[in-house]
């Protein structure tokens, strides 16, 4: 690789944005940080990002400062979060991640004496049940300080101000397109790729994670540019990080009001660290408005922005769901550990990262492979000859097979969890994610390619659903697909689907096996029967048939509950379809309620669903091999019978708490198409008092508005709650966390009942005079102006994602950004304001004394 021209030496340093810029964005930050309990509270000023790297006792001074600080503001019982299976995930799936990084490559490319301290700081974090896996979507002080810092770390070797972070390269790319395409005005809007003289042509995925977003790729040369037919319809310009006429290529995308986007491959980002053994930056173009750096040397990947506006695009908010919800890249749930590990490695040192470089790989670009799978009958159980696995026992069967292929370990997960999907007798095709949201893009991407292969790249599918995931709403956005809603007290409407399925244009029914705003259950067996007779009409007619997608995501209880068994009704799709023509794909999570480390879920199918998948473009990681290895030894610690024994007396523990919510007269939402096994509930909550009364007690039930917009009679706001067996953990009063909730809410119940403001009920519940005068939840009324295009709208979306902008941008580590900015905007004015005074009196002294 060519020297780059921008290279300058010497640590570089986060930017500083105009200060009244940075006072206007921390103004909105802080009520929303303060509201969500989520600023990093300053720490990280004991950290820094130098050639040597930091101590031990700072590394330990940093996060037991953020540990203790996030102490504070543990839950009793939270909306899903925290699962904990089995309390011995904690030491085998932090033994089994040390191991695994102790014998990497990186790990191996250190010196001796960065070795032991590598060692260190990574026991600190693996074998810390509360530093090892976490949801960053769940914000709190720890992670703000923790993520806020890491962003740093590729902002100042940039010198850019602000940063975000994906799961993988294409993820990263694939963000900042879309944020591009959203912005852009312009009909059909396209990338141009401006390719330097002799480059040849630019990367398939580049290509390919355009297409994906519904814009065309075209590659021109940097002579050609200027008068390209492809420019007028440019969402933005792409580039190589090599261009030698970059400079002159930035300042013309300037004029053109166009940004530049860099997408900067492993090799080039290896390349940096490894020519120059001391720290080293760069300052590019001020027309370079963004970059993607791919995942490799780093767990995760990264994106650049000069501003704000790109990355507030892509943090996606519900405009339609009724819970409050924000993530920052394509995935719901997140997980934290890459970004953990990524974090200790740079504070490991350039030195280190220096070594890590020159002596280790870079990454190899896969595609997408789902795996076929036999019947699972001919499936051998990985060490079926121990009757009663242990911790250690389990410890050395992951460690001695920690060398075995990935497809292999991926087959082992799959198999198992076909003890609660179903379809044991069936051949399948699988494909593993990063999580549900993301096992759901693959289903939709899956749909949509076949749909495109029969009536061609410009097909607009129609997906009918009745009250769905979030997943859906975000999907239809990104993909550019309509989701018809045809539902009935949260449920689909069998009737109305009947109706909307005739429609040439529906490619897929989505259901849920459990939804996690209200705990229903769709009419899983009514809605294959209108499936199956529209797919035998469209047989004949050589049409394509329409795809059950099913989200069982969080049903794991459901699925255990209703396995067909015993008399036990059966609500497994891959069991009810196995006679039918109707294609079926299954979405499972195995971080959620199998209880696995956040980060893993598939995606199971019938023969020719997920298949056309194949040799597409990867966008979002999928779980490594070690995390694969996890996953099993997890699953085969508490095996098939011991999932049954947790969710059976969890799903009795859940009846039991709904059954006494209902007796002392809370109304619970949808309950009529609830089934047994269900852990999700939802509970009315008029004006949303009860969960404010509930927050101070110590739990965090998710806030639920906009219910049923089509019945404006009924109370519109409540809160829900996604129950896991750690909710039956037993606190230090020697009560379950479960009953505690069920004393406080139903205390709390009683208070409302007693209290509601009468003037209060002169208005609606959900209107702003109801939420004011009662003294309920008002953001509630806030989110609900989400729904509705306008001002409001735009408002509620700033203020919101002013919230993870100020997790990301939060960091202290090499930064020049002004910490209180708005205080010192505040001093200036107030000093400003002085002044005036002062010299307006003399001003008025004077003209007294000469009259």
């Not at 979507?137 to 962003?151: F, I, K, R, Y």
Request: glycine share 8%; aromatic share 8%; hydrophobic share 40%.
């Amino acid at each position: 690789m060519e020297p780059l021209p921008f290279l300058k030496p010497g640590a570089g340093a986060v930017p500083a944005r105009p200060l009244l810029v940075e006072a206007w964005k921390q103004m909105l930050e802080l009520p929303v940080l303060a509201s969500a309990r989520a600023s990093s509270l300053g720490l990280g000023k004991e950290l820094d990002f130098t050639a040597a790297g930091v101590t031990m006792e700072q590394f330990a001074g940093f996060f037991n400062a953020a540990l203790g600080a996030a102490k504070k503001t543990e839950a009793i019982v939270e909306a899903g979060n925290k699962y904990s299976v089995c309390s011995d995930f904690k030491r085998l799936n932090g033994e089994l991640l040390l191991y695994e990084v102790e014998q990497s490559a990186a790990y191996a490319a250190l010196s001796k004496t960065d070795q032991s301290r590598a060692t260190e700081f990574f026991k600190f974090v693996y074998l810390n049940g509360e530093l090892r896996n976490r949801n960053p979507l769940h914000p709190n002080h720890l992670d703000s300080a923790v993520m806020g810092n890491l962003m740093n770390f590729p902002k100042h070797i940039f010198c850019f101000p602000c940063a975000s972070y994906a799961t993988d390269g294409n993820e990263a790319l694939s963000l900042l397109l879309f944020s591009y395409r959203f912005k852009c005005s312009k009909a059909d809007p396209c990338v141009v790729y401006v390719a330097a003289d002799g480059e040849g042509q630019p990367h398939r995925d580049l290509q390919d994670c355009t297409e994906r977003l519904n814009m065309k790729f075209y590659t021109v040369s940097c002579a050609g540019l200027k008068t390209s037919e492809h420019i007028s319809h440019a969402a933005c310009v792409m580039t190589s990080f090599s261009n030698p006429q970059l400079a002159e290529l930035a300042d013309w995308a300037s004029k053109a009001d166009l940004g530049v986007h860099i997408h900067v491959w492993d090799s080039e980002l290896r390349s940096i660290f490894a020519n120059n053994p001391e720290p080293v930056h760069l300052e590019l173009p001020m027309g370079v408005r963004s970059m993607s750096l791919e995942d490799g040397l780093f767990r995760s990947a990264y994106q650049l922005y000069r501003d704000t506006e790109l990355r507030d695009i892509h943090h996606d908010l519900p405009l339609i769901w009724q819970s409050a919800y924000i993530s920052p890249n394509e995935g719901g749930s997140g997980n934290t550990t890459p970004l953990y590990t990524d974090f200790c490695f740079a504070l490991l040192g350039w030195s280190a990262m220096h070594d890590i470089a020159r002596k280790t790989s870079s990454k190899h670009q896969d595609r997408l492979k789902p795996q076929t799978l036999p019947p699972y009958a001919q499936w051998d159980y990985p060490i079926s000859q121990l009757s009663t696995p242990t911790v250690d026992t389990v410890l050395d069967w992951s460690k001695a097979n920690m060398g075995v292929s990935r497809e292999e370990v991926e087959q082992h997960v799959f198999q198992f969890q076909r003890n609660f999907v179903g379809g044991k007798t069936r051949t399948v095709e699988a494909v593993t994610s990063g999580g549900g949201t993301r096992s759901g893009n693959f289903a939709f991407e899956s749909v949509i390619a076949r749909a495109k292969a029969k009536y061609g790249p410009d097909f607009r599918m129609k997906l009918i659903c009745g009250n769905p995931h979030l997943l859906v709403e975000r999907a239809s956005r990104r993909f550019e697909f309509d989701d018809i809603r045809v539902f009935k007290d949260g449920a689909i409407d069998v009737e109305a689907l009947k109706t909307a399925i005739t429609d040439p244009a529906v490619a897929a029914v989505y259901t849920q096996t459990l939804s996690i705003t209200d705990g229903i259950t769709d009419p899983l067996h009514e809605v294959l029967a209108v499936m199956e007779e529209e797919n035998k009409r469209r047989q004949a007619a050589g049409g394509l048939l329409v795809t059950l997608i099913n989200d069982c995501c969080l049903a794991l209880s459901v699925l255990i509950h209703n396995d067909g068994k015993n008399g036990a009704n059966n609500l497994r799709v891959l069991d009810m379809t196995e006679n039918c023509i109707t294609p079926t794909i299954v979405m499972l999570d195995a971080h959620k309620h199998i209880g696995a480390d956040k980060g893993v879920s598939m995606a199971m199918g019938t023969p020719g669903t997920l298949s056309s998948l194949s040799g597409q473009v990867k966008v979002g990681s999928q779980p490594s091999q070690g995390a694969l290895i996890r996953v099993l030894a997890d699953m085969l610690l508490v095996g098939a019978d011991g999932y049954y024994e947790k969710y059976r007396m969890l799903g009795a523990a859940v009846a039991d708490v709904t059954k006494s919510l209902a007796d002392s007269g809370m109304k619970l939402i949808h309950v009529q198409n609830k089934v047994v096994g269900a852990t999700a509930f939802s509970v009315e909550d008029p004006s949303g008092v009860m969960q404010k009364k509930l927050k101070k007690k110590g739990h965090a039930p998710s806030p639920l508005f906009g219910m049923a917009p089509e019945d404006p009679k009924r109370v519109q706001t409540g809160y829900l709650l996604h129950l896991t067996p750690h909710a039956l953990r037993q606190m230090e009063n020697g009560k379950r966390a479960l009953d505690i909730f069920v004393v406080d809410a139903i205390e709390s119940h009683k208070q409302v009942s007693a209290s509601y403001s009468s003037l209060a009920k002169i208005f609606r519940e959900c209107s702003l005079p109801a939420f004011l005068l009662s003294g309920g939840n008002e953001e509630l009324w806030t989110f609900e102006l989400l729904r509705r295009p306008g001002f409001g709208r735009n408002t509620v979306q700033l203020i919101l994602r002013r919230l993870y902008s100020g997790i990301l941008d939060s960091g202290v580590v090499c930064s020049k950004k002004p910490q209180a900015a708005l205080q010192e905007v505040l001093k200036r004015a107030l000093a400003l304001a002085v002044i005036f005074f002062v010299a307006l009196r003399q001003f008025r002294r004077r003209r007294s004394i000469k009259s």
